[in-house]
């Protein structure tokens, strides 16, 4: 105690104003509590269970320790503003520069914004132990090895069906379609059930002009010889489009042991730590995303090195990789009851590989059946299938005279005339159905929550939403510091009799005079702002003090909304100037402004403007505190 009273004695002397606020005390306070959330944050997720669900890095709000950081945030905020308002240099008429005031502004906006940052410190801590125990280097190699033990694992039947095939190298080049009125009879096919493939070769189109409603114009000579379109692909800047024709029907029977659901057809990839694969697969037509040929040449990778596996015929190879899956997800506590000799038994069938054993997804529990479908949501989300885009449309063989699509003319039974015989492949999967079982779900979101945590920017995303609550604070207690508590209330007071009136006129004159422009409404705020921000220079000497005061307060609080304002009134501007120039409707909607590009960075600079005023604004202050009450 004695020491604190020394070093309180040395601030008081030689540096006052430090010593009025109290920062030196409150920001090694708000470091130590910072240090206790940094702590929490590093050994919250020490188990692998705790990021087996989605959005584990969203835990800090989900678990309510963001409440326990608002009471101890509310705690300082009132233990300080306890000891500082004991003295108030300024109302004592202790001599105080313009210089001196702003720098007592800052210091409180410094305190404040240490005393509720505890979230920073939490996330911090929380990925340094991310990326400690879960390293890059050692990830990079279980998901390596994860990706090529998932394709045994045998949980969906519709991941191991002839049109998923990527290898060897025709599968990858040619088209797979399968809809049985696409289907050409006098050409090979291949027939599953009530499923028909049949590959074709392509060739692609590319077009760049687009017709008045902004949609690119299908090709003519395709139109006009009804060439059949297999898909189409939309550049990564949306500005052309490539349309991919049927050219031609490939026989691939040479490659193609069984049509029945087989290892050798697995080709997606379960997880990618460098592009977020999950679950994708190079199914959806119209997907233009700029990564899609590189999720094809992961998806070919995987099916390559599960068909060299099971066609090496080694069963000591895939009981060493299914173990070491096994040791992962051990490692990551995700549940199953999976063994290594039973396991390799059900997949090592070296006739064709066929799936004959399927794997449950979660324990169903006791006295209920096990359905894929009904799979506990806090456990699995499931495989993120891609919904292809049905390019039928485009197509004139497949439209009617109305330009409707046709009816289903083929039945199935005309390529399988035994199908109604046959074990549906749903009646198959269910009938295969083994008491083994694993988590596949947990392990996905606890990759994603590695890869989360590791790259997420939390600083960025939620740093402004501090930085106004740290500056609404302190300007609060610098306008109480400077005024009283009377001109304080007063002034909140007279800002919501303000934004009533305002929004009255500005309603009167939309329904009255028809003014409904929003122009009309901005120039009307911006108008109200200016006579606002210059009231108390007009009133100074010739008002009562109080009056004065309340515009004062109503000026400083309010300037951050009135540089906002000022960037909005430009970006309408340039977005109307913008919309009157353009007709196509895609265009119409690309149309940005000043707050479109900045982003963000509008944020800082409004807080830097701020403070700019707020520097010179201070010697007004104190030419108004010079005023006789």
């Known amino acids: 105690m004695q020491k604190i009273n020394q070093i309180n004695q040395y601030l008081l002397e030689r540096f006052p104003n430090i010593w009025n606020t109290r920062i030196v005390w409150m920001l090694l306070l708000g470091i130590a509590v910072h240090f206790i959330f940094f702590f929490i944050g590093f050994v919250s997720h020490a188990s692998p269970g705790t990021l087996q669900h989605t959005r584990a890095i969203d835990d800090y709000f989900s678990t309510g320790l963001v409440f326990v950081h608002v009471i101890i945030s509310v705690l300082l905020i009132v233990g300080w503003l306890i000891y500082m308002l004991k003295n108030n240099a300024f109302k004592n008429f202790y001599p105080n520069s313009g210089k001196k005031l702003f720098f007592e502004f800052v210091q409180y906006f410094i305190i404040i914004f240490v005393s509720v940052t505890f979230y920073f410190s939490y996330m911090t801590g929380f990925r340094l132990f991310i990326n400690y125990k879960y390293d890059d280097e050692t990830m990079a190699k279980n998901i390596e090895i994860i990706n090529h033990s998932v394709p045994f694992l045998s949980q969906n039947l519709e991941d191991y069906t002839l049109e998923n095939r ?30 028909v493939y049949q590959y074709f070769s392509l060739y692609k189109k590319t077009v760049n002009k687009t017709d008045k409603r902004g949609q690119f114009i299908y090709p003519e000579e395709e139109i006009k010889n009804k060439t059949p379109l297999a898909y189409f692909e939309n550049s990564a800047d949306n500005k052309s489009r490539t349309y991919f024709f049927k050219k031609q ?28 694969f999950v679950g994708r697969r190079y199914d959806n037509a119209a997907d233009n995303l700029p990564t899609k ?7 070919i990778e995987v099916n390559n090195n599960t068909i060299r596996l099971i066609t090496s015929k080694d069963s000591k190879a895939l009981e060493q990789l299914l173990q070491d899956f096994l040791r992962i997800s051990k490692e990551f506590d995700i549940v199953n009851n999976l063994n290594v000799k039973d396991w390799s038994a059900m997949v090592y069938r070296p006739e064709k590989f066929e799936v004959k054993r399927f794997i449950m997804l979660y324990k169903p529990d006791s006295g209920t059946n096990y359905d894929p479908n009904k799979a506990p949501a806090e456990r699995y989300n499931g495989y993120e299938e891609a919904v292809a885009i049905d390019s039928v449309a485009y197509d004139n063989n497949y439209l009617d005279a109305n330009g409707e699509i046709r009816k289903d003319t083929i039945s199935i039974r005309d390529f399988n005339p035994n199908v109604d015989s046959e074990l549906s492949p749903k009646d198959y999967f269910k009938k295969n ?3 083994f079982y694993y988590y596949t779900g947990d392990l996905n979101n606890l990759l994603e929550n590695v890869d989360t945590i590791k790259t997420d920017d939390f600083f960025s995303d939620s740093v402004h939403l501090f930085i106004w609550i740290a500056f609404a604070l302190a300007i609060l207690i610098f306008s109480f510091r400077v005024t009283d508590l009377r001109s304080l209330l007063f002034s909140i007071i007279s800002a919501g ?4 009136l305002v929004t009255l006129f500005c309603v009167f004159f939309a329904f ?9 409404i901005l120039y009307t705020i911006l108008t109200v702002g200016v006579i606002i921000l210059l009231l108390p220079f007009l009133t100074i000497g010739k008002a009562r003090k109080i009056v004065t005061s309340i515009f004062m307060i109503i000026s400083m609080v309010g300037f951050p909304l009135f540089v906002w304002l000022i960037f909005g009134i430009v970006n309408e501007h340039q977005v109307s100037d913008c919309r009157a120039k353009v007709y196509i409707s895609d265009n119409y909607l690309n149309c940005k402004g000043v707050m479109d590009d900045l982003g963000l960075t509008t944020s800082y600079i ?14 007004f202050i104190k030419k108004w505190k010079a005023m006789p009450e």
């Open 249 to 276: 029907v490939e026989d691939l029977s040479a490659y193609i042991k069984t049509v029945a659901p087989s290892y050798y057809n697995y080709s997606s990839v379960f997880y990618d730590n460098v592009n977020s």
């Open 433 to 435: 159905m083994t008491g």
């Open 497 to 500: 009799v303000i934004i009533l």
């Open 293 to 299: 040929e590189l999720l094809k040449q992961k998806q």
């Open 512 to 520: 009255v005079g028809g003014f409904k422009n929003v122009f009309f």
């Open 166 to 195: 990527l290898a060897p190298k025709p599968f990858a080049d040619f088209y797979c379609e399968t809809d049985i009125n696409k289907i050409d009879k006098t050409r090979p096919y291949f027939v599953y059930h009530d499923r």
């Open 606 to 619: 409004m807080l830097i403007a701020t403070f700019v005023f707020l520097y010179f604004y201070t010697s």
